[in-house]
């Protein structure tokens, strides 16, 4: 296929799932700096191999290659860096300093509780609450079977759940 016409249907295929390619890298490492590069090399990666996609699930095949680029840069650099709330914060219009106050400590205490689950339990959450994929699409992204997946979903659901509770 000549690069013209590659370009063209991989910008097709694959541009539409830019912000969920992002919104799961920026999770699994927990730094938008990083994840805006490990995203950029991602579709690098993508483009490479754009011949041998078969054009099933654009989706689940980006995010796979998004995936498998930010979990090897994490077993690399083993970098911890702390995610910024203010840069994730949500638009939504508050009446007063009090609600908004409480409005930012529950966000918090949600990233800071989404953050503390193991990497697996992160990323299915974040592909199956934050991206809507089905389970099927999760399982084909993770390279593992759908009862997996909703098992890892049921098991972070229940951490969530116990780690919400358990602050004031």
């Known amino acids: 296929m000549d690069d ?28 938008p700096p990083d994840a805006e590069d490990l995203v950029q090399e991602a579709y690098i990666k993508a483009f490479r191999y754009f011949d041998g996609f078969q054009g099933a699930n654009s989706q689940a095949w980006l995010l ?3 995936r498998n680029t930010c979990l090897t840069w994490l077993r690399e650099s083993r970098t911890v860096v702390s995610f910024d709330e203010h840069i994730h914060r949500t638009g939504e219009h508050v009446r007063n300093v009090e609600e908004a106050l409480v409005v930012e400590s529950d966000i918090g205490s949600l990233r800071d ?20 994929m089905s ?14 997946i909703m ?18």
């Open 4 to 31: 013209p016409v590659k370009l063209r249907l991989f910008e097709d295929a694959m541009l539409p799932h830019l912000r969920a390619a992002h919104n799961l890298a920026r999770w699994i490492v927990k730094s």
């Open 64 to 66: 796979a290659i998004v």
């Open 113 to 132: 509780c989404i953050e503390g689950l193991p990497v697996e339990y992160r990323e299915a959450i974040v592909m199956r609450e934050l991206e809507g």
């Open 135 to 148: 389970y099927k699409e999760i399982a084909e992204t993770m390279s593992v079977p759908a009862g997996t």
């Open 151 to 168: 098992s890892r979903l049921s098991r972070a659901r229940k951490r969530l759940e116990d780690c919400m509770g358990s602050r004031p």
